[in-house]
């Protein structure tokens, strides 16, 4: 039997970080596989399952930090959510989405904000967001090509 992990603070349960989104989707287990197989995430610890067999609960660490909940919609409950990720490589792991059975949402492209990113939805119907960063920039710089950005925008949309 392993370890608990290790408690962050007091306040916060052994192998969480301190802010997790919780993915209330169908076809939790499959986004499970997805996140381990995808991103190489680990579970914390077994999944939790109800005795009717639906997955109950599902806590994923991810390599550079971070936890992700993952949960079985019941009726009324489904909200599948957004997750912004950042990995060593955005183009391999936007591919290795697709072969997990991903569908793309928007192909990796350099953003005004410093990342260059891309997303795909999961089988769930979850969001998540695979980023690189690329370039350190002030707050002023991010303003400025925030503009820059919405102008072409809303000049693209006339």
Known sequence: M???PAHI???IAPGRAPVCPLLVCRRPKEVVDFALATFDAALVRPILWHRDGRLWNAELNFPDGGTVLVGE???GMERPGFVYL???DTDATFARALENGATEIMAPVSQFYGD???GVQDMGGNWWWIA????????????A?????EAARKEGSQ
């Open 2 to 4: 392993t370890a608990a």
């Open 9 to 11: 603070a007091p306040h």
């Open 73 to 75: 919609a019941s009726e």
């Open 86 to 88: 950042h990995v060593p």
């Open 116 to 118: 260059y990113d891309g």
């Open 132 to 143: 690189t960063h690329e370039r350190d920039m002030t707050d002023d710089q991010i303003e």
């Open 145 to 149: 090509e925030a503009r820059t950005a």
